[in-house]
């Protein structure tokens, strides 16, 4: 997901981009990109020292551990969805109980007191 978002970051902000021309008239985008990575370059004037220019290094060692951290986040919740078992059916909220389930081979519950 870093390095996805640094092809993000060239295709938008870069010169060399091949949208580079369209993006001059259009920046809601531009702009939107990068408020939403505002602490990588905060990390990149860190490193620099200097607050008129940030490192280059600084700014892809913070997207890298910023978008390395929301990926980490998804992968995490995706896994965790899909491990998730299905309990025992339930009878609505209003009907009061459990309803009873076919029974497994080799597997009887006890009966209900």
Do not use: C
């Not at 990068?34 to 004037?45: A, D, E, T």
């Not at 290094?57 to 978008?67: D, E, F, N, P, S």
């Amino acid at each position: 997901m870093g390095l996805l978002s640094l092809g993000v970051t060239w295709l938008l902000v870069s010169e060399r981009s091949p949208f580079y021309q369209y993006f001059i008239w259009h920046v809601e985008l531009p702009n939107r990109w990068v408020r939403l990575n505002i602490y990588p370059m905060f990390l990149g004037i860190a490193f620099s020292g200097n607050i008129h220019q940030g490192s280059l290094l600084g700014y892809v060692i913070g997207m890298l551990l910023q978008w390395g951290a929301v990926g980490l986040v998804v992968g995490l919740l995706v896994v965790r969805r899909s491990k998730r078992k299905p309990g025992p059916p339930f009878v609505s909220e209003t009907g009061g109980g459990r309803r009873r389930v076919p029974s497994r081979p080799g597997f009887d519950p006890p009966p209900p007191a």
